[in-house]
């Protein structure tokens, strides 16, 4: 039977065959069976240990090699066991080889995963830098400031976003245009009324005044700028008093107040 197994090319040539008895005795065997039938199979006994009609285990051949056998309990014969052996290192290369493949597969695919993370996050991260840019110029008063990185995004939120932005852009570009244009207006209004106006915040004690106040006051609008204590001298005496009482009034109450002074 082994002789013909191995004839058929059922079994690798590196695969061990063999027969034994009911006592471990070696009744044949696919390699050098003339050296060895009726001799003790090694680890007989760990083979019995397993109480069970079939198996597998690590054993050692009589040559010395460790391999894996199965074996199996040929029914109708009086306890005759048939074995298969095979080396240990060819054994573990077959069930390591698909391991390997499948490692090498996935390592291929987290690599994959990651340069494309790396390149959506790229895509997202750009617009959104953008759209930083573009609310700190906004915020810095710098309207219209566009940023040198492309702003459209596919993600809808950002989008959104970026949009809202533009459009808050342009509504305060156009807003200090509008502030510009009054600025002028004032300006010639003024130049044309020969007259001068002031600001007082009273919240910060900033003082500011038209160009024309200083043209009217013989004063030089590059030299130190004027100050609130500077009024007293560019009004009339008895015009003083009347802003002085103006200004406390406003502050206590909060009314505005509207007077000619000279």
Sequence with gaps: LVHTLIHEDAFSRTQLLAVTDGNGRILARSREAEKFIGTLAPDWKTLKAFNRPSGAFEARTI??????????????????????????????????????????????TLIAAFLLAM??????LRPIESLAQNARAIADGQSG????????????????????????DAATLQSHQAMQKSYEDLRQAEKL?????????????????????????????????????????????DCVGMMVRALEHCVQ??????MEVM
Excluded: Q
């Design 63 to 108: 040559e010395g090699p460790m391999v894996m056998f199965a074996f199996h309990e040929i029914p109708g014969t009086p306890g005759w066991v048939a074995v298969v052996g095979e080396p240990l290192s060819a054994f573990n290369a077959r069930w390591r080889r698909p391991i390997e493949v499948m490692l090498i597969g996935s390592s291929a």
């Design 119 to 124: 390149l959506l996050g790229r895509r997202i």
């Design 253 to 258: 109450t909060g009314k505005s107040y509207a």
């Design 193 to 237: 009324a020969r007259i001068g106006s002031w600001t007082l915040d009273l919240s910060t004690g900033h003082f500011a005044c038209s160009d024309m106040l200083y043209e009217l006051n013989g004063v030089d609008p590059e030299g130190p700028p004027l100050t609130v204590e500077n009024l007293k001298d560019l009004i009339a005496p």
């Design 145 to 168: 400031a566009a940023s040198n990185l492309p702003t459209e995004s596919f993600v809808s939120e950002f989008e959104a976003l970026r949009k809202s932005l533009d459009r808050a």
